[in-house]
Structures are given as structure tokens and as C-alpha cells.
């Protein structure tokens, strides 16, 4: 299974090379934006785009509202498994 993470791309490093860098949640990484990259949308059009991050690629372009829904489930996904982590430990 492949899981995207919503970020948002807030500076170009390297227009050549596709390089930005993504906010996720306050962390900031370098990824390549090659993917989203066309005719129609150069790199330095993709500065402030929401993106879909994975393994150091922005798959795909999102909209903000999408990028807000996607972070609330893996907030309750990762809640989730906290609490059936939290409920094996104590059977055991």
C-alpha cells in the first residue's frame, strides 16, 4: 500500500533539477516535483501548491480543502492505532 502525504510546496531549490521544498505539517523536506511538473505548469508555478508526497516525490497535485480532509484521517488513523496498540498491551 502507498500513502501520499499532503504538504505544500513553499520555496523552489532548483528549477533545473525539480527540486522543492514541502511543508508536512511544520517539517520541511526536499522533494522532486518532476511529476507535477508540465507545459501548462513550470516549476515556478508550482510554488504554493498542495502536493501528495511520497517517498521523496510530490505525485500529485491537491487542493487545500483535500490536503486539510487527508491530514484529519491520518490524525485519526494514527489515533486509532494508538488506542488498539494502547487496548493489546494491556491484554497481554
Do not use: Y
Amino acid at each position: 500500500m502507498c500513502l501520499g502525504i499532503p504538504g505544500q510546496i513553499v520555496e523552489i531549490i532548483s528549477e533545473d533539477m525539480h527540486l522543492a521544498m514541502v511543508d508536512v505539517g511544520g517539517v520541511r523536506r526536499a522533494v522532486n516535483i518532476a511529476f507535477i511538473v508540465d507545459d501548462e505548469h513550470p516549476v515556478a508555478a508550482c510554488l504554493g501548491d498542495w502536493v501528495l508526497v511520497h517517498v521523496g516525490f510530490a505525485m500529485m497535485r491537491i487542493d487545500e480543502k483535500e490536503a486539510a480532509t487527508t491530514m484529519a484521517l491520518l490524525l485519526e488513523l494514527g489515533e486509532m492505532q494508538a488506542e488498539i496498540d494502547s487496548m493489546q498491551a494491556s491484554a497481554a
